[in-house]
Each structure stands twice: as structure tokens, then as C-alpha cells.
């Protein structure tokens, strides 16, 4: 860099430059700064380590931008900025003369990252601010990526307002959508652009649709360098904050008692607390999750194939019992398929859809719950061909009747979905999530091995999305207008003496 870009930078118009520690010595770093100063513009100085990070502040840099992303690996890691924030803290025996606002750059995709940002850079109440503190985020790629960049805005917005309190363990779920039946990498990166959180693959010997142990790895490793985050902790906290729910006060039993349990309001908190706390924190920091798709195969084998490939969760498609279940390892998330008949085949009504999607909501053994149709004599599911959506609908009715203080019981609906029927399904069924497969493939796909049409996994995605962000904004307007009637209706009551 030299002096002349600085001045070529303001003779542009520019009020900001920004100057990377990592390519400039120090020398140079204060002389710009400096520079950049007298000519009325304020640097941003990036640092990625604490030693760049000490650098930026003494050289007198007043705005600084902490990359979460390392650059050789190109991995993030959202606690970077705490650190090196905690890192000049620690050194300073006296406040900063000047005060030095940060800014946390890179790996922000949703208002959770921005709870995990700001509760890391609280200052313990011996230490202080010590004159540097968190003043703001940077976001670029997240909002490229978004179909809604709106929506990310004001989320992003509102979490840094709130502050630490955003990451509360009062959290709803949110809509979730998965693409399923993927052979090849081009198609799983088209879907992960799109948005989709989930994507799955056939590990099903004799499926048209099955991935050889190679191509699932190599999508899978295309998947995870995409998506530069690893989700498997927030997966782990989502089984452990399910098990502290559900496991009685003192949290000693075991996945098998979990298992045995008949209570309805017990599988409906389980469920309900992997889903946010696991699996939707997942899908919002780091997406998009990978599934591997297994039928009646042996555990051990699917434990086995499921490490090898790399699969974030597996997904059981066939009769799989629970005492089969139990033998995967506590820390592999399984998503247990429900199968239906097809409302064109006569469906399920409310009570039988719940019986039967009751009788697999298993807590300790599964952690998802997918619904799908299978015709009577079939094996696995997978037809494409649609459950009744409305005894679904009519099936969380008589949930919440059960057990009136369970949160929601969540699932994702499968078969009959495309871009033209999810809005439909969604509505009607009261899901939490969607799964599509063969509603997205195109008729003129050469070769045997079907694959997914382009437009129609983006037309699905964003009818998906915007849908759920819709019912989402509605449950938010019923809840406000539900304690504002509370707060008025209090209001109005007599004393009482």
C-alpha cells in the first residue's frame, strides 16, 4: 500500500479506508492512520489474531474490525472477537486513553450469531470495559444469500439491540427446509445457495436416487467447505438441553427410561427442545446440515457409514424399532420418518394421524420427527404422493389438548410437496419443516440417476421460506394482540380489597 491510495481514497469521496494489519508493518499501519485522519476519514483496521490485534491498538486505531475468519483456513470461529477484545482488556492496567469500538466481522448469518458475538464480549465486573467494547457487526455474504434480505436486517437489527438476552432459552421454532435425494455435488451446492437449511442423501442400496460412499463424501466435503462453520455443537447442546427437560429434576435418567416414557407432554418438550435449541441453531450458523438416509439396515452399519461420509444427523426411512434406535450413539441425531397413508388413498384423520405419529415420537431414541406416506405393503416411504395435511393440522389440536402446558410438538411433512403445493402443506399441516425430493426434479434429466431442476429447487425454497417467515409474523401479531388484551383487561379490573 502506499500513501497515494489514501489520498486517492479521499479525492473519491471515500470516508472510511480500510487497512489490514497482517499486510502492512507497523510503521506504516500509524503513518496511515494518521494520514486517513487528517484528511477527515476514519480507518477501519482489521486484526485476526492478538498479536495484530495489539498492533491495531498501538497504533492508535479507534475502529476496529476483529475477522472471525481465520484466512489460511478459511474456518470461523465467532468467538474470535471476544477473545482479542478480552486480550487488550487484560493488558491495559489503565483505561484507554481513547476509546476503541470494534466491530465483528465475518460468519454472521442470523440474530443468534450476534447473541453469541455479544455475550462473549461482556466484561466481567472486576475488569471493566477498559475503554474497548463491541459497538457493531459487519454482514455481507449472509445477506447475498438471503432470499429476504429484509427480513436478516431487521433480525440482526433487533438482536444487537437486545444485546445478550437475544440468545434466550425461550426460543420458538422456526420453519426449517430440506432438500432430500441429492446425487451429486453441483445439485447440493444449487440447493445450499437457494437457502436449504437441510440436505439429504440416499444411503438405500437398490434406490434410484442411492449415493455411492465416494459421492456422498465428496458432497459432503463440498457442503462443509461452503458452509465454513461446524453445527455439531450446537446439536450436542440441543440433546443435552432436551435430556435437562426431560429427565426429571435431577437429569439421572437414562436414553432407555427417556424411551419407555408414554408422556405426551414429555415428547412434545423433547422434541420441541432439540428443535431449537439443536436443530434450528444449527441450520441458522451453520447450513446447510447434512442427512444420510438409511433403511432397515443393521445399527452398527449405520453408525459406521454415517461417520465415514461425514452426515451431520441420519434419518431412519423404514420399521425401525427403538430398542434398534438406542444402539446409534447418544451423539448422532436421528430423524425417525412417520408413514401415513396417502390422502389419495383414503389419508388419516386428526385422531389416527396422532396415534401414530404419538406412538413414534420417541424422546431419547429419535430427535426429528418426519412425516411421509408409504401404501399399505410398501416398503419405506418416498412415493411423492401426499398425507392428509389437515389431520396433521387437526393431530397438534389434540396434542395440545393432551398436554396443555407442552410447547408445540415439531415435524417436518414430506410427499406431494413442490413449489406450487408447500405454501398448501405448510398452512394446512402445521409443520415446522418441509422435505421435498422428486417434486424438484426435472423431466429431462439424462442418465438413470434423477436430478434436481434448478429453478424448481429455488422457486421451492423461497415459497418455503417466505411462507414460514409469514406464519411466523402472524404468531407474533396474535401474541402481541393476546398480552396487550391481558395488559388491558388487567387494567380495567376493580381493585380488590
Same mark, same amino acid.
Given at each position: 500500500?502506499?500513501?497515494? @491510495? ?50 491495531? #491498538? ?45 466491530? %465483528? ?26 475503554? $474497548? ?33 437475544? &440468545? %434466550? ?24 445457495? *437457494?437457502?436449504?437449511?437441510? $440436505? ?28 465454513? @462453520? ?6 450436542? +447442546?440441543?440433546?443435552? #438441553? ?16 427417556? /424411551? ?41 452399519? #449405520? ?43 383414503? =389419508?388419516?384423520?386428526? @385422531?389416527? /394421524? ?63 410437496? &413442490?413449489? %406450487? ?22 423431466? =429431462? ?6 436430478? +434436481? ?22 404468531? *407474533? ?15 380495567? %379490573?376493580?381493585?380488590?380489597?
Amino acid at each position: 500500500m502506499h500513501r497515494v @491510495q489514501v489520498l486517492e481514497a479521499r479525492a473519491a469521496g471515500a470516508d472510511t479506508l480500510l487497512l489490514i494489519v497482517a499486510i502492512l508493518p507497523d510503521s506504516e499501519l500509524s503513518e496511515f492512520i494518521d494520514l486517513s485522519r487528517s484528511l477527515g476519514m476514519e480507518p477501519l483496521v482489521e486484526a485476526a489474531n492478538e498479536a495484530e490485534m495489539h498492533a491495531a #491498538v498501538q497504533a492508535g486505531a479507534r475502529v476496529i474490525g476483529v475477522n472471525n475468519r481465520d484466512l489460511r483456513s478459511f474456518k470461523v470461529d465467532l468467538g474470535t472477537t471476544a477473545r482479542l477484545i478480552a486480550c487488550i482488556r487484560s493488558s491495559q492496567t489503565e483505561p484507554l486513553v481513547e476509546p476503541v469500538f470494534v466491530l %465483528s466481522l465475518s460468519g454472521i448469518r442470523a440474530g443468534r450469531d450476534v447473541a453469541t458475538v455479544a455475550v462473549g464480549c461482556q466484561p466481567s465486573a472486576a475488569q471493566g470495559t477498559q475503554g $474497548i467494547h463491541l459497538a457493531g457487526i459487519l454482514v455481507g455474504e449472509a445477506l447475498m444469500k438471503m432470499h429476504d434480505p429484509a427480513q436478516l436486517v431487521a433480525e440482526l437489527r433487533e438482536a444487537f439491540k437486545v444485546g445478550p438476552s437475544a &440468545d %434466550s432459552q425461550a426460543r420458538e421454532c422456526t420453519g426449517l427446509v430440506k432438500v432430500c435425494g441429492i446425487t451429486n455435488t453441483d445439485d447440493a451446492m444449487h440447493a445450499a445457495r *437457494s437457502g436449504a437449511q437441510l $440436505i439429504g442423501m440416499i444411503r438405500v442400496p437398490g434406490s434410484k436416487r442411492c449415493c455411492s460412499p465416494g459421492t456422498a463424501r465428496g458432497i459432503v466435503g463440498a457442503l462443509k467447505a461452503y458452509r465454513e @462453520q461446524d453445527p455439531s455443537p450446537d446439536l450436542a +447442546k440441543g440433546l443435552a #438441553v432436551a435430556s435437562s427437560l426431560c429427565a426429571g429434576g435431577d437429569g439421572s435418567a437414562s436414553r432407555e427410561q427417556l /424411551a419407555a416414557s408414554s408422556d405426551v407432554q414429555v415428547a412434545c418438550t423433547w422434541f420441541h427442545a432439540f428443535w431449537v435449541h439443536g436443530l434450528q441453531a444449527a441450520a441458522q450458523r451453520a447450513p446447510p446440515l447434512t442427512v444420510g438416509v438409511y433403511q432397515d439396515m443393521p445399527m452398527a452399519e #449405520v453408525a459406521a457409514d454415517a461417520q465415514a461420509c461425514g452426515f451431520d444427523l441420519v434419518q431412519l426411512h423404514g420399521d425401525e424399532t427403538v430398542q434398534s434406535m438406542l444402539q446409534l450413539p447418544p451423539s448422532l441425531p436421528v430423524i425417525r420418518v412417520v408413514h401415513l397413508p396417502p390422502a389419495a388413498e383414503g =389419508g388419516s384423520d386428526a @385422531q389416527s /394421524a396422532y396415534e401414530q405419529v404419538l406412538t413414534q415420537a420417541v424422546p431419547g431414541a429419535a430427535a426429528v420427527l418426519l412425516v411421509d406416506a408409504r401404501r399399505p405393503g410398501q416398503q419405506g416411504g418416498g412415493t411423492g404422493a401426499a398425507v392428509d395435511w389437515s389431520a396433521l393440522g387437526g393431530m397438534q389440536a389434540l396434542a395440545a389438548k393432551a398436554a396443555p402446558a407442552a410447547p408445540r410438538l415439531p415435524f417436518v411433512v414430506a410427499g406431494g410437496i &413442490d413449489a %406450487s403445493s408447500v405454501q398448501r402443506a405448510i398452512l394446512e399441516s402445521a409443520a415446522t419443516g418441509v422435505d421435498v425430493s422428486s417434486g424438484v426434479e426435472g423431466g =429431462g434429466s439424462a442418465g438413470p440417476t434423477p436430478r +434436481k431442476d434448478p429453478a424448481a429447487v429455488q422457486a421451492y425454497i423461497q415459497a418455503a421460506r417466505k411462507t414460514f417467515a409469514e406464519v411466523a409474523t402472524a404468531a *407474533s401479531a396474535c401474541q402481541e394482540a393476546a398480552t396487550g388484551a391481558a395488559a388491558g383487561a388487567a387494567a380495567a %379490573s376493580p381493585p380488590t380489597s
